[in-house]
């Protein structure tokens, strides 16, 4: 408990609530677009369910990049103006998570792929494990690149 308020302390807390609102919104429209990408392309190409994981979360985080950016700018962060700049930011926020899951979901799906009772539901487990790692990662981001202004990291209300 110590370890988080220290994390937390420089966040005011009326923020950090909206973050998280925002955040369940964006984690269950974002895994739910994973999930319907995945269902597509894998009925699309049955054999590589591994590679159309992967396509599937590039293809997803797409959609998701803006729904979220949406959700931060308007809810959490309340910023004013510098949309384009702000949006280009968000998307700096996700490329290294994006390059990370596109590589680690391939290897995470033949892996979780060889437990007999999950086999058919390795690619949306692999999606959720690392939906999980990009929420953690993503405040800190958001906050210090995408909607930092003046200096300052995200306006506060």
Request: net charge positive; aromatic share 16%; with cysteine.
């Amino acid at each position: 408990m110590h370890l988080i308020r220290r994390l937390t302390k420089h966040i005011p807390p009326d923020q950090l609530v909206r973050y998280l609102v925002v955040g369940v919104w964006n984690s269950a429209f974002g895994y739910g677009c994973f999930f319907a990408f995945t269902k597509l392309f894998v009925h699309l190409v049955p054999t590589q369910p591994s590679l159309m994981a992967s396509a599937s979360l590039v293809a997803a985080t797409f959609v998701n990049v803006t729904v979220s950016f949406f959700g931060y700018k308007l809810f959490v962060f309340r910023t004013k103006g510098n949309t384009f700049r702000e949006y280009r930011r968000s998307f700096l926020v996700y490329l290294p998570v994006l390059g990370v899951g596109a590589v680690a979901i391939a290897p995470l799906t033949s892996l979780i792929g060889h437990i007999d009772r999950v086999h058919a539901w390795a690619p949306y487990i692999a999606g959720a494990i690392l939906q999980i790692i990009t929420v953690m990662v993503s405040f800190f981001g958001h906050k210090h690149v995408s909607f930092k202004q003046g200096g300052r990291s995200g306006v506060y209300p």
